[in-house]
T-cell receptor
Framework: DAGITQSPRYKITETGRQVTLMCHQTWSHSYMFWYRQDLGHGLRLIYYSAAADITDKGEVPDGYVVSRSKTENFPLTLESATRSQTSVYFC???????????????FGPGTRLTVL | DAKTTQPPSMDCAEGRAANLPCNHSTISGNEYVYWYRQIHSQGPQYIIHGLKNNETNEMASLIITEDRKSSTLILPHATLRDTAVYYCIVRVAMGGAQKLVFGQGTRLTINP
């Protein structure tokens, strides 16, 4: 019963490099989300996906790319990492079909990314 | 989504009930109140949600005032592991794209 997992948990990269953060959920939830969390800003939505092959921008999408070829995976790619993208990244999933619960999101453990 | 106001921090003694308030005076009729918490360095964790009636689950109780302009999350017997930032979120349950807007929350410290 893995739930929702993220990898890597920690990543250090350099400015200009491409890096991909992985998110995998075992519940077959239709919705998946990427947030970033910075001191003083709380959590901010980057991208979300309503289903496989359907993605949409959140509050802070610039510099990020997502894809969702399979329901269970939702990778987040920083095409050319910048220092301002140093943050903790959380993936989440939800499914309105879950009986008795609406709009509840289940979060992964997070990936701490440092861009030097 | 309606704006929420929470105290920035609170303390509670271990074993006592922790009562976390939230004001949402502009809440509209179809907006739910959700509570999440985030324990240090972990992902946010869903606690409870409600619309009009008081709700209780294995983690907490949610008391919503009759005019729905405020609510209180109650942790009945707080433990040290309940030390976390607690977020009150008000939003429409659309059964669809459910982006959560997290404010600054209340930092709850449980003292031994």
């Amino acid at each position: 019963d893995a739930g929702i997992t993220q990898s890597p948990r920690y990543k250090i990269t350099e400015t200009g490099r491409q890096v991909t953060l992985m998110c995998h959920q075992t519940w077959s939830h239709s919705y998946m989300f990427w947030y970033r969390q910075d001191l003083g800003h709380g959590l901010r939505l980057i991208y979300y996906s309503a289903a496989a092959d359907i993605t949409d921008k959140g509050e802070v999408p610039d510099g990020y790319v997502v894809s969702r070829s399979k329901t269970e995976n939702f990778p987040l790619t920083l095409e050319s990492a910048t220092r301002s993208q140093t943050s903790v990244y959380f993936c989440a999933s939800s499914d309105p079909r879950v009986a008795g619960v609406t709009d509840t999101q289940y979060f992964g453990p997070g990936t701490r990314l440092t861009v030097l | 989504d309606a704006k929420t106001t929470q105290p920035p921090s609170m303390d509670c003694a271990e074993g006592r009930a922790a009562n976390l308030p939230c004001n949402h005076s502009t809440i509209s009729g179809n907006e739910y109140v959700y509570w999440y918490r985030q324990i240090h360095s972990q992902g946010p964790q869903y606690i409870i949600h409600g619309l009009k009636n008081n709700e209780t689950n294995e983690m907490a109780s949610l008391i919503i005032t009759e005019d729905r302009k405020s609510s209180t999350l109650i942790l009945p017997h707080a433990t040290l592991r309940d030390t976390a930032v607690y977020y009150c979120i008000v939003r429409v349950a659309m059964g669809g794209a459910q982006k959560l807007v997290f404010g600054q929350g209340t930092r709850l410290t449980i003292n031994p």
